[in-house]
């Protein structure tokens, strides 16, 4: 998170400097940096990106490639521009770096890691939670969850709640 604070702070400063190409490449690495905040949160603060870690890189390396040909393409007094598939070359690396790679890479890792979905990897997920919610006292909750999974009592006056009743959780 002290990353992110420090590329966040960068981004206002370049803003305001008028430094857009500095401004550009902060910006690639802001996003890149939350997609890893939120793998590292994933797994309790520990410094571990997996599985995102090739996801990541990819997603770097895609950006930067993008906004180095971006830039060096343009300059403020160009007006001749060389085209290739009938767009200048820094519009079809905006396209093809910044948009369609990209995407392209979250349909095959969300091909790649079809298994995300499944109800193993919910019912995982989810036995986690009850698990961590067992050990505190939730302000909003309406039972109170003892450490065994059991409840302590619930809202309605006559004890009775869709779990005690056999109703489904889903």
Request: charged share 15%; proline share 5%.
């Amino acid at each position: 998170m002290g990353t992110i604070a420090v590329l966040a702070v960068a981004l206002l400063l370049a803003a305001a400097t008028g430094a857009y190409r500095l401004f550009s490449y902060c910006a690639a690495l802001f996003i890149v940096a939350n997609f890893a905040a939120a793998a590292v949160e994933r797994n309790d603060g520990e410094l571990n990106l997996a599985p995102y870690t090739w996801l990541l890189v990819g997603l770097a390396a895609v950006f930067v490639a993008g906004f180095s040909i971006i830039w060096l393409q343009w300059h403020p007094g160009v007006t001749d521009y060389t085209y290739v598939l009938g767009l200048p070359v820094s519009t079809l690396a905006y396209f093809v770096f910044l948009w369609l790679l990209p995407i392209l890479g979250a349909v095959y890792y969300a091909l790649v890691f079809p298994d995300i979905g499944s109800d193993d990897v919910v019912d995982d997920l989810m036995d986690d939670v009850r698990r961590v919610q067992g050990r505190k006292q939730l302000p909003l909750s309406v039972a109170r969850t003892e450490p065994d999974g059991g409840e302590s009592g619930g809202a309605d006056p006559g004890g009775k709640s869709p779990q005690t009743d056999g109703g489904d959780r889903r």
